[in-house]
T-cell receptor, first 115, second 117 residues
Framework: ETGVTQSPTHLIKTRGQQVTLRCSSQ?????VSWYQQALGQGPQFIFQ???????GRGNFPPRFSGLQFPNYSSELNVNALELDDSALYLC??????????????FGPGTRLLVL | AQSVTQPDIHITVSEGASLELRCNYS??????LFWYVQSPGQGLQLLLK??????LVQGIKGFEAEFKRSQSSFNLRKPSVHWSDAAEYFC???????????????FGKGTHLIIQP
C-alpha cells in the first residue's frame, strides 16, 4: 500500500476523443511523475510536476498534458487519442525535488483502451 | 541516451531455489540504478537502489543486487525464492546529472518471474 491512488481503474475511449486520468498523491508529496506502460513493455516517462509546474518531460507530444493541484492531486490529459495510446498509465509521487534520489511511490495505474 | 536491457523475458524457478535476474545498461557514466517489482493490480514497488559506494546493495524482501561497472550490469539476486515472489521485475536507470530527476526513470522491458512448486 503506497498511499497513491488513481482513478478510474479502467477506461475505454474511441480514437480522437480526449481523456483525463487522475492521481492522488501521498500528503506532503510535492512531486508527481506520470509514466505510460504499453503491454509487455517497461514504463516510459511522460512528465514530472513539482508544486504545480512541469519541470521535466519525456519524449511525448504536446497532446499529453498535465495539471497538479495544491491538494496533492494531479491529472494527466490526453487529447486526440490514438490507438497506440492504449496502455497502463502510472503516477508516482515523492516528497520533494531531490528527483530520483527520493523513493517514488507508484499508484496501481489506470488501464486505457482506445478503440 | 541511456537504455536498459533485461535479456530474459521469462524465468522459471522452483520454490526455494536461488534467483538471478540480469540487467545491463548503456550510459556514458555510472547512472543511478534501481530494481522495481510489479505484481498484478499493484503499483511498482522499489526493491533497492544504487547511487554510489558499496557495489553490493541490500533491498527489501531478501533481495540484493550487485553493480559491476566493467560489465555495465546490475543483476538482482535472491538466495531462496518464495511463491509470493512471482511477479514482473523491472530494472531502471536515471541520470545523476538531471536536476530534480526531470528526465525520470528509464526502464527495461521487464522479466516475468514464474515460481514452480
Amino acid at each position: 500500500e503506497t498511499g497513491v491512488t488513481q482513478s478510474p481503474t479502467h477506461l475505454i475511449k474511441t480514437r480522437g476523443q480526449q481523456v483525463t486520468l487522475r492521481c492522488s498523491s501521498q500528503s506532503g508529496h510535492n512531486t508527481v511523475s506520470w509514466y505510460q506502460q504499453a503491454l509487455g513493455q517497461g514504463p516510459q516517462f511522460i512528465f514530472q510536476y513539482y508544486r504545480e509546474e512541469e519541470n521535466g518531460r519525456g519524449n511525448f507530444p504536446p497532446r499529453f498534458s498535465g495539471l497538479q493541484f495544491p491538494n496533492y492531486s494531479s491529472e494527466l490529459n490526453v487529447n486526440a487519442l490514438e490507438l497506440d495510446d492504449s496502455a497502463l498509465y502510472l503516477c508516482a509521487s515523492s516528497p520533494g525535488l531531490a528527483g530520483v534520489q527520493e523513493t517514488q511511490y507508484f499508484g496501481p495505474g489506470t488501464r486505457l483502451l482506445v478503440l | 541516451a541511456q537504455s536498459v536491457t533485461q535479456p530474459d523475458i521469462h524465468i522459471t524457478v522452483s520454490e526455494g531455489a536461488s534467483l538471478e535476474l540480469r540487467c545491463n545498461y548503456s550510459y556514458g557514466a555510472t547512472p543511478y540504478l534501481f530494481w522495481y517489482v510489479q505484481s498484478p493490480g499493484q503499483g511498482l514497488q522499489l526493491l533497492l537502489k544504487y547511487f554510489s559506494g558499496d557495489t553490493l546493495v541490500q533491498g527489501i524482501k531478501g533481495f540484493e543486487a550487485e553493480f559491476k561497472r566493467s560489465q555495465s550490469s546490475f543483476n538482482l539476486r535472491k538466495p531462496s525464492v518464495h511463491w509470493s515472489d512471482a511477479a514482473e521485475y523491472f530494472c531502471a536507470v536515471a541520470s545523476p546529472y538531471s536536476g530534480g530527476g526531470a528526465d525520470g526513470l528509464t526502464f527495461g522491458k521487464g522479466t516475468h518471474l514464474i515460481i514452480q512448486p
